[in-house]
T-cell receptor, first 113, second 114 residues
Framework: DSGVTQTPKHLITATGQRVTLRCSPRSGDLSVYWYQQSLDQGLQFLIQYYNGEERAKGNILERFSAQQFPDLHSELNLSSLELGDSALYFC????????????FGPGTRLTVT | GNSVTQMEGPVTLSEEAFLTINCTYTATGYPSLFWYVQYPGEGLQLLLKATKADDKGSNKGFEATYRKETTSFHLEKGSVQVSDSAVYFCALSDPNTGRRALTFGSGTRLQVQP
């Protein structure tokens, strides 16, 4: 158990809808990362937050957004969903040590029908 | 940009065989290197890491050495077990980009047969 929690575990929704994925980092970790894992694209970095502020952006679509709240949990919002958004979405956290190691949650499997 | 290349799988071995999974990287500076493992239906677990050239990361019988001259970080284990069956990801984090996000390889599936 990494100490990172994600909810829900599974999500099935229709095209055009909007969903919110939630992540709670390990106790004491200030940084949260979101990654997408799909069969065709592999594991891709989406976005990073550090202590409530956006720190870095990766291959995140404009239809996607995220935020980190004062209690350090984070939410990833996906809107106008398309079939191609079906994937596993992972959250990871780190304490921002010099080695940059990250600890991953169990993931949310999103299926868009 | 940064990239990680892993050998394609699946790799199928018999129990107690020697394992090597190749990983090479391209980075602008001196990245930190990692191996993560993903068991079926689970998230990624950090297996081992190395932060500078010639460092050797090790954990649970797995080892990998950071080779700057060959830009490689190959994963090895002397004797695999059925329980090692999983997908293994090589990854890097490049501090020179000012970004600590991980760049992953495509993953290598390992199947160990009894």
């Amino acid at each position: 158990d990494s100490g990172v929690t994600q909810t829900p575990k599974h999500l099935i929704t229709a095209t055009g809808q909007r969903v919110t994925l939630r992540c709670s980092p390990r106790s004491g970790d200030l940084s949260v990362y979101w990654y997408q894992q799909s069969l065709d694209q592999g594991l891709q970095f989406l976005i990073q937050y550090y202590n409530g502020e956006e720190r870095a952006k990766g291959n995140i679509l404009e239809r996607f957004s995220a935020q980190q709240f004062p209690d350090l949990h984070s939410e990833l919002n996906l809107s106008s969903l398309e079939l191609g958004d079906s994937a596993l979405y992972f959250c990871a956290s780190s304490a921002d040590t010099s080695s940059y190691e990250q600890y991953f949650g169990p993931g949310t499997r999103l299926t868009v029908t | 940009g940064n990239s990680v290349t892993q050998m394609e799988g699946p790799v199928t071995l018999s129990e107690e065989a020697f394992l090597t999974i190749n990983c090479t990287y391209t980075a602008t500076g001196y990245p930190s290197l990692f191996w993560y493992v993903q068991y079926p239906g689970e998230g990624l677990q950090l297996l081992l890491k190395a932060t500078k050239a010639d460092d050797k990361g090790s954990n649970k019988g797995f080892e990998a050495t950071y080779r700057k001259e060959t830009t490689s970080f190959h994963l090895e284990k002397g004797s695999v077990q059925v329980s090692d069956s999983a997908v293994y990801f090589c990854a890097l984090s490049d501090p020179n980009t000012g970004r600590r996000a991980l760049t992953f390889g495509s993953g290598t599936r390992l199947q160990v047969q009894p």
